[in-house]
């Protein structure tokens, strides 16, 4: 099985979460169960077609993925090639490792996994010196870095480890702009050691504020479809 993050890798935004998609592959008993149509090839006509007689195929929705944007990714990595491709891999990973580098000159700021080696692509920091100094967490630390219009990951209820972020810049950003961001980080956070109400009451400038996410991490008060809210909501 082959996974891929479309909007990580292949230049695709992020929508909903993130699209990925990937290849699966099967033993030969099991193929007449796969969803259809199979991408097939004709050898007596030399070409492709869609295959949909499939015995016992099983319905499964969206398997191809979302088709607009496999189709940007496809376009991008062919404009790429091969070394375009390792190029922007090797910038990738040479941006990541800057940023923690110059990150983890904050005494607020840490990362606590794989200490002592170099990451690849991103890293999950955590910000529990800030939090238990100030009572500003990493929360109130995204939505101050709304004002600055820069955006500072935070969704990972449940919380495995103290107010986390995960931040993955990628091969875009120039190093004038990781520069930036790198100082407005750290500002936001010395600032919340002079005065905490400015994060907690973050954003000021947003047309939306702030939602209660204190019941992300109760799953039994998750409902992720209209169906299982109503279930919830009459039980």
Known sequence: MCFFNIHKTFSAPHGCGGPACGALGVLEHIVPFLPAPLVDFNSEENKYFLNYNLENSIKVRMFTGVPQVILKAYAWMRSLGAEGLYEVSKIAVLNNNYLFKKLMEHESIDA?????????????????????????GTGDIQRRMMDFGMHYWTSHHPYYIPEPCTLEPTETPSKEDLDEYIATLKYVIDEAYEDPSIAINSPFRSTIHKVDESELDDSDKWAITWRAYQKKAHH
């Open 112 to 136: 606590p996994y794989i200490e002592g080696k170099q990451r690849i692509e991103q890293v999950r920091y955590t910000l529990e010196k800030l939090k238990e100094d100030t009572g500003v």
